[in-house]
């Protein structure tokens, strides 16, 4: 069975950093790529980052560019999202999913987690 479980979501203030991390389990992490998306109250799911199965290269989204950054560790089977310097608009919650082809578009990826809040305010 295919799960993706997000943790590390929470309250924080503007400028801080968090770490969000994806734990998979049902598949062999080396055959898909992982991608983070976050979902604002009334707006799209928006892709924010993607790590390749192949060589473990990464994309980051222009919206988050410079301040976000994705890595994977296969042993533990995890994918982690840095954040720093946060603002009010990064509120949101957070999704990893993972697909057999890598890509922003969040229509390309067949299995989610469940998401966790990342909410930035002081």
Same mark, same amino acid.
């Not at 943790?7 to 968090?18: A, D, Y």
């Not at 991390?21 to 799209?44: H, M, N, V």
């Not at 994309?59 to 890595?71: E, P």
């Not at 067949?110 to 998401?115: D, K, N, P, S, V």
């Given at each position: 069975?295919?799960?993706?479980?997000?943790?590390?979501?929470?309250?924080?203030? $503007?400028?801080?950093?968090?770490?969000?991390? @994806? /734990?998979?389990?049902?598949?062999?992490?080396?055959?898909? /790529?992982?991608?983070?998306?976050?979902?604002? $109250?009334?707006?799209?799911?928006?892709?924010?980052?993607?790590?390749?199965?192949?060589?473990?290269?990464?994309?980051?989204?222009?919206?988050?560019?410079?301040?976000?950054?994705?890595?994977?560790?296969? /042993?533990?089977?995890?994918?982690?999202?840095?954040?720093?310097?946060?603002? $009010?608009?990064?509120?949101?919650?957070?999704? @990893?999913?993972?697909?057999?082809? /890598?890509?922003?578009? $969040?229509?390309?990826?067949?299995?989610?987690?469940?998401?966790?809040?990342?909410?930035?305010?002081?």
């Amino acid at each position: 069975q295919v799960q993706l479980v997000e943790s590390g979501g929470s309250l924080v203030q $503007p400028g801080g950093s968090l770490r969000l991390s @994806c /734990a998979t389990s049902g598949f062999t992490l080396d055959y898909y /790529a992982i991608g983070w998306f976050r979902q604002a $109250p009334g707006k799209e799911r928006e892709g924010l980052s993607y790590i390749r199965k192949s060589d473990g290269s990464t994309y980051i989204a222009d919206s988050v560019q410079g301040r976000f950054t994705i890595s994977r560790d296969n /042993a533990k089977r995890t994918v982690l999202l840095y954040m720093n310097s946060l603002k $009010p608009e990064d509120t949101a919650v957070y999704y @990893c999913a993972a697909t057999n082809m /890598a890509s922003i578009d $969040p229509h390309e990826y067949h299995y989610w987690g469940q998401g966790t809040q990342v909410t930035v305010s002081s």
